[in-house]
T-cell receptor
Framework: DTAVSQTPKYLVTQMGNDKSIKCEQNLGHDTMYWYKQDSKKFLKIMFSYNNKELIINETVPNRFSPKSPDKAHLNLHINSLELGDSAVYFC???????????????FGEGSRLTVL | GQSLEQPSEVTAVEGAIVQINCTYQTSGFYGLSWYQQHDGGAPTFLSYNALDGLEETGRFSSFLSRSDSYGYLLLQELQMKDSASYFCAVDNQGGKLIFGQGTELSVKP
């Protein structure tokens, strides 16, 4: 079974549309993240949730809205898509609670978003 | 500001040893991680250093000097499959990883 799975893997859409990417982890982790990787491979954190609570919200346009219905799921909704939103979006999870931080994130396979 | 510096690309031959350096300047520091990413794939965790010194995991080792804000990843007995991008990442907020720009490693026969 895939540890961190995200769908869809590929997404091609027109400017101005709204789209969602879903993420699920079956590792029992308490923390989930969204990262954006641009065409130069730069990985930048966007959001982080710990037990369904938003703990990291980087400087991201408010067109991006994360939602965590439970600690195993973290979805990303993007409104009014722009050309610059084209990137690969990675979901990740880790366990932070209990002082057990080991610097290890488990990444999903990525969702490649292309805005035309 | 927060920044991590690593070489953009490194080339080496099969069987050789290569070292990828990373210097960082961040507002907080819990530890330094290293990740490998093949083209089209997901980043995968290689190692983590919270304290000064060398951590060894098979052919890969990672070193940290907190006083110098410096670390490196050492890859030994290089294989063709090691061709990938390697990222250092600082944990500056107990779980928040800030990534470097990545080093593209090319292993030649």
């Amino acid at each position: 079974d895939t540890a961190v799975s995200q769908t869809p893997k590929y997404l091609v859409t027109q400017m101005g549309n709204d789209k969602s990417i879903k993420c699920e982890q079956n590792l029992g982790h308490d923390t989930m993240y969204w990262y954006k990787q641009d065409s130069k491979k730069f990985l930048k954190i966007m959001f982080s949730y710990n037990n369904k609570e938003l703990i990291i919200n980087e400087t991201v346009p408010n067109r991006f809205s994360p939602k965590s219905p439970d600690k195993a799921h973290l979805n990303l909704h993007i409104n009014s898509l722009e050309l610059g939103d084209s990137a690969v979006y990675f979901c990740a999870s880790s366990h932070i609670g209990g002082g057990g931080n080991t610097g290890e994130l488990f990444f999903g396979e990525g969702s490649r978003l292309t805005v035309l | 500001g927060q920044s991590l510096e690593q070489p953009s690309e490194v080339t080496a031959v099969e069987g050789a040893i290569v070292q990828i350096n990373c210097t960082y300047q961040t507002s907080g520091f819990y530890g330094l991680s290293w990740y490998q990413q093949h083209d089209g794939g997901a980043p995968t965790f290689l190692s983590y250093n919270a304290l000064d010194g060398l951590e060894e995991t098979g052919r890969f080792s990672s070193f940290l000097s907190r006083s110098d804000s410096y670390g490196y990843l050492l890859l030994q007995e290089l294989q063709m499959k090691d061709s990938a991008s390697y990222f250092c990442a600082v944990d500056n907020q107990g779980g928040k990883l800030i990534f470097g720009q990545g080093t593209e490693l090319s292993v030649k026969p």
